[in-house]
């Protein structure tokens, strides 16, 4: 069975902050094109997360949604006072596991790699 909160817990944020940072975001994009990792396909993957980002944002007033599942740090408080909210140009959003669960394209990717593996470590795919 496909658990994403399992996933997100124990192989994306591996820090436990509640957000992505970017090489926890270069791990997934690993995970979901291989090796060897091309800009574009990472760029992509950053891309499709943000505009996700800005959307659920915009959806929720100007507010960032997940901030309640994030630990916030020194860093993470000056980033927050930093970026400049309310503009249209914000570039300013955190990858959170909301942010990936709204994101479609992201999240068929992660079915897709995650979905496959066998559910016992034992467990040899192509046998029954």
């Known amino acids: 069975e496909f658990n994403f909160t399992h996933i997100w817990r124990n192989e994306l944020d591996m820090n436990w902050d509640g957000y992505l940072n ?5 791990t997934l994009a690993i995970h979901i094109h291989g090796t060897p990792l091309e800009n574009n396909q990472l760029n992509e993957l950053i891309t499709r997360l943000t505009n996700s980002c800005r959307i659920l944002r915009d959806e929720n007033g100007g507010q960032m949604v ?13 980033m927050l006072d930093e970026a400049e909210f309310g503009t249209e140009d914000v570039d300013f959003c955190l990858i959170t596991q909301e942010v990936v669960l709204a994101c479609n394209k992201t999240m068929k990717d992660i079915k897709n790699v995650w979905g496959k593996r066998p559910k016992y470590r034992h467990q040899i795919e192509g046998t029954d």
């Open 22 to 26: 970017e090489n926890e975001l270069r």
């Open 66 to 78: 997940g901030l309640e599942n994030v630990v916030h740090t020194e860093r993470l408080e000056q």
